[in-house]
């Protein structure tokens, strides 16, 4: 993981999402180890259709990403109600490759509990976090 | 998110096989995988840029894992014919056939190549997974011949595939052997940048290309000579990854997917490469023409999935709300940009143009029965 890149201003969960907190709302994606270990990404399943009208739970199962190779599942990091979901990766799922913390971002969150943002790992302890998991 | 990369009991498996060139691969970054109990690079740079690499220019693949046996003598063709359902005698020298070898019920124990090398010489490839209980099968039948020599040359062969469009231009510029003079499924010795080679015109992709069978010590020399010779061209190293998603738009089986030994080649569409007729029995001869005279409870077909989701192995197949069958291999097609599979289905379904759908998370998406190859290389649409 010497080339991968995982920004300190944002938190990061065991599941390998990260969260981008602005006021009372959380962005949220897949890490660039992430996306390094899926490889390239062929199709998306998010909540497409559920913007402000699902409220999302931390830990929970919230879509699907289809990579060439294999299928994995996506954790919400946080709770809240699901504010905006990106249209943009229908059509461009790649882009969680190129730019997985600009517009690789999957969908933005209204904090229902701000703690719980706490409670995610920094960048540092992300890394530490994936040394010792062994990757 | 979820990582099934990720092996929690690759710790008590034995340790894994090693081609000649895992230094190589190492040195290009290749990210190892096991496959079969070997550790191979699944990618470098990606699997679709290695996949379009292969498309439009050229790829190249270790494949030393396979594995090679040496049967020679008096008494070889008569041995082989009796493994195999294909008829080794229409091999004339330097060809090269694709058959199976079956058990008593019709099932296939392995997919293999027989290359007739010479008077009374072949040489049978066979696949990673299942070469030691191939080579225990071959030995069995062959105790007590003495007409006839086998001998285990996998350890010692190394193999390399150069694959794409550019294949031929590539490896035109390091050796003398005329190339163009090789067709399709034949082969001829050669010397490529100084390396002893049989060159076969053989491949898994659905594109035109060359298999280079070589000593293992000399792999590396020949590996890096091939990749210097083809970057120009457009060339990448290419991993398993890209290799089974251009076998899957190829149509080819894999076997453990597409065949095993609960599948008969008959199911597998491969009928085309079973001979009853050939005049000497072999085993599973009954069992196949039994099936055949009866029917075939199941067929081989490809899908292609009419939505973004991508269905895999495994995935059940339905048939308005009977289930009737299940993916045994399934990606996102790169080459057409939507996700494609195969699988086993009866055979009043298995018509071009049949409408079934595939299980996908719990979630039926239509997917249709294509004619296979899924993808035609623009040069050649038979």
């Not at chain 2, 694959?163 to 003398?176: E, K, V």
Request: charged share 20%.
């Amino acid at each position: 993981m010497a080339n991968l890149n995982h920004p300190s201003d944002l938190r990061y969960s065991k599941t390998h999402e990260w969260v981008r907190v602005k006021g009372d709302q959380a962005t949220v994606g897949i890490s660039d180890y992430a996306q390094d270990e899926l490889g390239d990404v062929v199709s998306l399943e998010l909540p497409w259709e559920d913007a402000g009208k699902r409220e999302m739970q931390a830990g929970r199962h919230f879509g699907d990403i289809d990579s060439v190779k294999a299928t994995s599942e996506l954790f919400a990091p946080v709770s809240g109600q699901l504010v905006q979901v990106n249209e943009d990766l229908r059509d461009a799922p790649e882009t969680v490759n190129t730019d997985p913390y600009g517009g690789g971002w999957m969908m933005i969150i209204q904090l229902s509990k701000p703690s719980e943002v706490d409670q995610l790992m920094t960048s540092d302890q992300y890394e530490e976090f994936l040394r010792t998991q062994g990757h | 998110m979820t990582t099934p990369q990720c092996d929690p009991n690759a710790m008590t498996t034995p340790p894994l096989k090693r081609t000649p060139l895992f230094a190589e691969h190492q040195r290009l970054g290749g990210r190892m995988v096991e496959f079969g109990g070997w550790e191979m690079p699944v990618q470098y740079s990606g699997i679709v840029d290695e996949h379009r690499a292969v498309r439009t220019a050229a790829g190249l693949f270790d494949v030393s894992h396979m594995g090679e046996f040496a049967v020679e003598g008096p008494g070889a063709l008569a041995f082989l014919q009796s493994l195999v359902p294909n008829n080794v005698a229409k091999l004339a020298e330097n060809q090269a056939l694709y058959s199976q070898i079956c058990n008593a019920q019709g099932g296939t124990i392995d997919d293999l190549l027989i290359y007739h090398l010479g008077p009374d010489r072949y040489m049978v490839v066979v696949n990673a997974g299942t070469m030691e209980g191939d080579w225990a099968w071959f030995s069995q039948h062959a105790a007590g011949k003495d007409d006839l020599t086998l001998v285990n040359r996998s350890a010692e062969t190394a193999l390399i595939a150069l694959q794409g469009p550019r294949a031929l231009a590539i490896l035109s510029t390091l050796t003398d052997t005329p190339l163009g003079d090789i067709g399709y499924y034949h082969c001829a010795p050669g010397t490529v940048a100084g390396v002893g080679c049989i060159i076969s015109r053989t491949g898994y992709t659905g594109e035109d290309g060359f298999e280079l069978y070589h000593p293992a010590a000399q792999a590396p020399a020949l590996w890096r000579a091939l990749l210097e010779a083809g970057t120009p061209h457009g060339l990448l190293p290419a991993g398993l990854g890209a290799r089974d998603t251009l076998r899957l738009e190829a149509g080819f089986c894999l076997y453990g997917h597409e065949l095993t030994e609960a599948i008969t080649p008959l199911e597998a569409d491969l009928g085309w490469s079973v001979k009853l007729k050939k005049g000497t029995d072999f085993i599973g001869r009954a069992a196949l023409a039994q099936q055949k005279a009866e029917g075939l409870p199941r067929v081989r077909v490809g899908l292609a999935v009419r939505d973004r989701a991508v269905a895999r192995a495994e995935s059940a197949i339905w048939h308005g709300e009977e289930r009737v069958g299940a993916l045994t291999s399934g990606t996102m097609s790169i080459s057409l940009g939507y996700p494609i599979g195969m699988g086993y289905v009866p055979p009043a379904l298995a018509a071009p143009g049949t409408l079934l759908a595939v299980e996908v998370r719990g979630k039926r998406v239509p997917a249709e029965v294509v004619a296979m190859p899924f993808y035609h290389r623009p040069d050649n649409i038979s």
